[in-house]
C-alpha cells in the first residue's frame, strides 16, 4: 500500500480484520494479534488507527512462533498468514511509519519492537539476544591461542593413528585438522553427518588438550545437549570413544554429560538459570553436541554462563532442522559448510598435522577459522540405501532420490500407497514394529524394543500425522490382544514424549518413556536419564505428554533408531522440506522404511527452509 493509496481508517479495518480472520483460521496465534492490538492502542492518538504497526506487530510476533528471529518487510513471498498484498505497505513507507512513535525502535533502543537498517522487524527481546550472541561469540573467534607444535605433534599423531591408516585416496584428515584447531581457537564449531565421528573427535580434542594443559589441575570439562535423549547418547559416544583412545588418555574424558537446563540450573517456574554472567559455571571447556536444535534464547543464556576465558565446542549437522523455537543458529555459524580457513590459519594447521589442507576458494568471515566440516562418513558404508537418499535429499536431488529408491539396497524400503491400502499396509507394520514392547518380560527389555522400531510423521494432525497414527497402533494393539480392551490409555507398555519442561523433575521437551509397573505392581512412568539409568515417576506428576508410537522428526532429532519408518502425509504441507526429509532419514541406524506419495517427496526435496534471522550478516 502507497502513501494515499487507501485511507487510513479503511487500510486500518482492513489489516485488522484479515488478522482475525488468520486468527479464526488458526493461520495466526490469538497471541500475535492480541500484542499488534495492544501496541497500536498504546500508540495510538485519540483513538487513532495505526495499521502499519499493528501489522508489524503481528509479523514479528508470529515470525518468532513460527522459528524466525525477525521478519523482513520486504518479505512477500512466504507469509506466515494470508493477507491480500494490497494490504502490505511498500518497505520504506512502513519503515517511517513505524519509526513515528515509541512502540518501534531502532538498535539500541528501548522499545518493544525493534527495526533494523535492513528493515527487520524484531520482538526486542529477540533483537537483544541476537546482538549479545554475535558479539560473545566474535570476541571468541578474535581469540588465537599459543600451540607448541612440538608438543602437539606427537600426539596429534598418536591420537589419530587409525584414521591415517583407514584413509584410502590421501585426502586431508579432517577430524585431526579440527582436533589441531582447538589448540588454537577457543570456539570451535564442528559440522558432520550422522557417522562422520563428530564425537569419536570430540573425545580426541578433550584427550589433547588434557594432555597439554600445563595450569596445575586438570580442565575442568562439562558434557551437554538440548534433550535428555541427545545428552545420554553423547554419554554413550564418549564411552564408546573412551575405550578406542590410546591407554592413559580415556582418563581425561568427563564421567557423565548431562541436558543444558541442568546445566544452566534451571529453575522450577522461572525462565532464569542459576548460572548467568554474575555467576559463571565453573568450567575451561563446555562441550555441546546436537547444536542444531539449540534455540536463540537459550544459545544467549549459555554464552553468558560461560566464563570468558573458557573454550567452547559446538557439534551438530548443518544439514538438519533448526530448533523448535525461534532461531537457525548453527547453521547460521556453519554458512555453507566449505572450508574458507585464512591463509595463517592454514599454515599452523599444517605445522602441528603436518598436512597440506586445502586452500580457501574465497575468504571467509571472522568466524570461518573456528568452523570445520566432517566429511567421511563411517555409518553408512558401501552401497548404502539410506546413506544414498541422505545424500540426494541433502543436495536437492530429485533424480538422485529416485535412482536411490529403486536401487533395491536392502537398508531402504519404498512403500507407495494411499487411502485405505496405505491404512492396511500401516497396520502390518505398526503391528510388526510395537509387539515387542507389550511382549517384553522387562522394563530394560521393553526399552530396547521401543529403540528397535519409530514410526516418524511430518506432521502432528491427521490421519498421516502422529495423533493419527498413535491412536491406529493402540487400534492394532489391542486387536492383536496385546493391550486389554478393558484397558485406559494408562496401561502397561505405553510409549510417551514430553511436550513441556518439568525442571524439579529434570524432564525436558522432547524426551521419551514408557509406562511400566514397578516391583510393587505400581504403574510408573520411567524415562532414561543421561548417566544411563532409568527412572521413575508417578503419572499423576507428569507434565504434558502424549502417546509416542509415532513422533514427529522434530521431536525425533537428537535420537536414533535401528528402524525407523517415516511417512509423509498424503497432501500438501507447509511443514515438508528438504530438512525434515534429511533429518528424518538420518534418524535410521539400520532400515529405512519410507511410505511417500511422489509428488509429495519430490515436493520435500526441492524445498529449503529459510529462516529469518541476522545473525549470520552480524558475524562476517
Known sequence: MRSGQRPRGEAGRSVRAALEQAARNGELR????????????QAGRAGRKNPELLLAAALASSAAGGGHVCWPLAERESLPFPLPLGLLPEPEHWRRSLLVGGAVG???????????????IYLSRFHQAEERIASGLLCRAKVDTPADAEA?????????????????????????????MALIKPLLVISGGPGTGKTYTAARIIALLQSLHNGGRPLRVALAAPTGKAAARLDESIRAARQSLPEGLGRALPEHAQTLHRLLGARPGSEAFRYNRDNPLAVDLLLVDEASMIDLLLTDALLEALPPNARLILLGDRSQLASVEAGSLFADLCGSGEPAWSEPLRARLGQLTGQELPPAPEPGGLLADSCVLLRTGHRFQG??????LAAAVNSGSVEAAEEALAAGLPDLEFAECAGREREAWL???LLRGFRGISEAASLEAAFAAMEQFRLLCAVHKGPNGTEGINSLAAAVLRQAGLISSRETEWHQGRPLIILHNQYDLQLFNGDTGLLWLDRDGRLKAWFRRADGRLHPVSPSLLPEHETAYAVTVHKAQGSEFEQVLLLLPEEESRVLSRELLYTGITRARRRLILCADRRMLAAAVRLRT????????KLL
Open 30 to 41: 490469538p497471541l500475535d494479534l492480541h500484542l499488534g492490538l495492544f501496541l497500536e492502542r
Open 106 to 120: 531502532q538498535p539500541g533502543d528501548i522499545a518493544p519492537l525493534i527495526l533494523d537498517r535492513h528493515n527487520r
Open 152 to 180: 602437539a605433534w606427537p600426539l596429534l599423531q598418536q591420537l589419530f593413528r587409525e584414521q591415517h591408516l583407514d584413509r584410502l585416496g590421501g585426502g586431508p584428515d579432517w577430524q585431526q585438522a579440527a582436533a589441531a
Open 383 to 388: 552401497e548404502s540405501g539410506i546413506g544414498s
Open 427 to 429: 497396520r502390518t507394520q
Open 610 to 617: 529459510k529462516r529469518h534471522s541476522g545473525l549470520a550478516e
